[in-house]
């Protein structure tokens, strides 16, 4: 509606401006208004259709506008200023340019999961959370996997790769120990 | 229905802390800034932690974005609660605003609002004591205003039941009396879309309340 020149406009074209903006010449866009308002002068059937919109409109007015007082908008302000400091503390936390900031940890990454998955499977959720939770007490509750307190691998080049683990005695430390690696070139 | 502007948090500068707390409608006189500062001034003073700015701009813009809010949602303590998180963002994200002249503070707020309250109308609802109606008054110098009072209550239930972008639109440019411009900003459509969901709103609202057109005369 919004592309041509609006000097003379007809009844479709009065037709198409009530069907979006309703029956008040107050409301219509002020690039068509004046054209608008001088057709409905002459033109007894586009009058009509500005009055059968206009009752559209009588109806909608009808429905009342919300009271908004003073004392509503100074708690809603009061409480967004309490509320400041809350908004704030994350960034004094977050520093930039560390590398940390943009990585998600493993338990950020399974939190994000399971509130994807409450959110759109609230069971499927629940059910996710209990396998890992099991997972997680399995894990810890493993009886201890002896491991060899030094392993040596012969390198292609001659160098020997030796890991230094000897504390690591069970899959909890194993998992939870980081591991060290050196190399000693005979 | 994201907003353009995403909110970055700043850290709290030596302004924020020493700021006066808000105590009722603030005077609007602020250091450096004339008795009525427009909005951009606000949003730089705003961008360096000035709470007292901040105080101002939410004093100014929150009634007509309450109203926005409490017509799209229904509900005066929902619509409270959203317009306290829009001016939230408008805390974290002043420092991203910028005063080309161009766009207007209200109407990124707006936006902000809308994009708030949708999000909140897919959220289960619980109802609260703003949906159960008023008791009748049993006065019979009544009957006219409870007459008008159903019709009232038709014609909401008749908006409520549009689809989302469509009430969006005519709250848009019926109730808040935008422009089609100014709601196809905000609600990130083209202006030939927005006239085309409020020309496709007002076909249903005719269908729907075409009983009280014969019951009372109105359509």
């Keep these: 509606m919004a592309d041509r020149e609006w000097s003379t406009v007809d009844v479709e074209d009065i037709a198409a401006l009530t069907a979006v903006y309703g029956g008040n010449p107050a409301r219509w866009p002020a690039d068509r208004r004046a054209a608008a308002v001088r057709a409905l002068a002459m033109d007894g059937a586009a009058h009509e259709l500005v ?46 340019g560390k590398l940390d900031t943009f990585l998600p940890s493993p338990f950020d990454l399974m939190r994000t999961a399971l509130s994807w998955l409450s959110v759109r499977a609230p069971q499927a959720g629940w059910l996710a959370g209990a396998t890992a939770a099991g997972i997680l007490v399995g894990v810890m509750t493993m009886p201890s996997a002896t491991l060899p307190a030094t392993e040596t691998t012969t390198a292609q080049a001659g160098a020997t790769v030796e890991t230094a683990q000897a504390d690591v005695t069970d899959m909890p430390s194993l998992l939870f120990t980081s591991y060290t690696v050196e190399t000693h070139a005979q | 229905m994201d907003e353009s502007v995403q909110p970055q948090p700043r850290v709290g500068t030596a302004a924020a802390s020493t700021a006066a707390p808000y105590a009722g409608n603030p005077a609007g006189t602020l250091t450096g800034l004339g008795p009525e500062p427009g909005d951009d001034a606000l949003l730089a003073r705003i961008a360096q932690g000035d709470r007292q700015a901040f105080a101002l ?56 609002v809308v994009n708030l309250c949708v999000d909140r109308r897919r959220r289960p609802a619980f109802a609260g004591l703003d949906g159960i109606p008023e008791p009748p008054d049993p006065t019979p110098s009544a009957v006219n205003v409870m007459a008008r009072q159903q019709t009232a209550k038709l014609v909401s239930q008749a908006l409520a039941e549009l689809p989302e972008r469509q009430r969006l639109a005519v709250t848009l440019c019926y109730y808040e009396e935008r422009s089609a411009a100014d709601a196809a900003q905000i609600l990130s459509l083209s202006v030939s879309a927005v006239e085309s969901l409020l020309a496709r709103a007002r076909r249903a609202l005719r269908a729907r309340l075409s009983g009280v057109v014969q019951d009372t005369g109105e359509v």
């Design chain 2, 57 to 112: 701009l939410a004093a100014r813009h929150a009634p007509k974005a309450m109203k926005l809010a409490q017509r799209v949602l229904g509900n005066a303590a929902d619509a409270d609660e959203v317009v306290q998180e829009a001016m939230l963002r408008v805390w974290t994200g002043a420092k991203n605003w910028i005063p080309d002249g161009r766009a207007r503070f209200s109407t990124w707020l707006h936006r902000v």
């Design chain 1, 51 to 96: 009055v059968n919109e206009a009752r559209l409109d009588a109806l909608l007015s009808m429905v009342a506008e919300p009271e908004i007082s003073a004392a509503r908008v100074d708690g809603v302000v009061a409480g967004a200023l309490a509320r400041l400091d809350a908004v704030t503390a994350p960034a004094a936390k977050a520093a930039p």
